[in-house]
C-alpha cells in the first residue's frame, strides 16, 4: 500500500511510497473470503513484503487499502472513498489512496496501479485553514461522483478503473458523494505569508469542466473559489 507521497522526482512528479502497518485487501479467484495482509517493513520504501493467511489459489487479487467494508463479487472489488479526508503534511491521508494488482502461477510479485489522482492546491496568506471542500461539474453540466462505493473489474488487461456503486435499494448517488472535504483539524492549518503550503486531495480520475474549491478558516472566513478552465485529474503512474 503505497500511502505517502515521497520527494520529488523531477518537475511535477513525485514517488508514492509504503508506510510500515500498511494493510492490503487479497482474494484468491475463487473470491471466498477477502483476507487482510499486512507490511511490517519501515517507512518510506518503494517496495514492500506482506504477510497474511489465504486459500489456495492459482490467481489472486489485490486491493489498497483494506478495510471491513472492502467486498469482492463477480471479479469486482467493491470500496469506499471517503467523503472527509484529513490533513497530512506533505501527503495526502494515509488509506485513502486506492491500488489494485494481481498475479498468477508461481508469481508473488504484486506490482500495483493507482486507481485515482491527486489534486494539489498551494496556498499563500496568513490565515489558519479549517477546511477545504471540492466538487467539479462534468461535460453536461452535472455533478460529478467524487467520493462513496466504487467498484474495480480486476479483469483489466492493461489499466484498472473504477466505477460509481450505488448504493442497495438507491437510484441515484447520495448528495454527499459530490463533494470532498479536507479535514484540517481542530487546530487548522497555518499558512507561511508568502510561502506557498501544499494541501493534497485524492480525487477519482476523469475531466472536470468545471469546479469549486470552498475554503473556511478557523475564525469562519469563508474563501470560495470557481474553476472555469477544465481540470484533468488523471491516473497516477509511481
Known sequence: TKTVIGESTGENSRKVLWLSNDELAVVGESGFRVSRFITLDADSSETSSFEGEIEDAY??????????????ENNKFRFYLPTVQSYKAGSFETATFPMVS???GEDNTL??????????????GEETISSITFSGKGADGNHM??????TVDMGYEEFPTMTYA??????TPEISTYHITLNCGVDGVALNGGTETPFYMVLP????TSFSVVIVTTDGEVMYKQGTKPLNIIRSTS
Open 111 to 124: 506490482n500495483f496501479q493507482n486507481l485515482c489522482g491527486v489534486l494539489a492546491l498551494n496556498l499563500k
Open 145 to 150: 461522483v467524487v467520493s462513496g462505493p466504487f
Open 59 to 72: 490467481n489472486y487479487f489485490a486491493l489498497y487499502p483494506y478495510s471491513e467494508r472492502v467486498s469482492y
Open 205 to 208: 480520475c476523469g475531466t472536470y
Open 166 to 171: 450505488l448504493e442497495p435499494n438507491k437510484t
Open 102 to 104: 494481481k498475479i498468477g
